[in-house]
């Protein structure tokens, strides 16, 4: 029996049984998703921004 054997988790991968656990994070959901929202809401934004200051340029 290796590191590599199926069922272990000694590599320190992350393995998930479903979606939802995915989804679920843990309980850190909320968090982890939450921060990926805003960051592309910002993102969206500043594109949005930069768009409008180049037409008025």
Not at 25 to 36: D, E, I, K, L, R
């Amino acid at each position: 029996m290796g590191a590599h054997d199926e069922g272990s988790d000694a590599g320190g991968g992350v393995n998930w049984g479903s979606l939802s656990e995915f989804l679920d994070m843990g309980g850190y959901g909320f968090y982890v998703w939450g921060s990926y929202g805003v960051t592309a809401l910002c993102i969206c934004l500043e594109i949005f921004s930069l768009k409008q200051k180049k037409e008025r340029a």
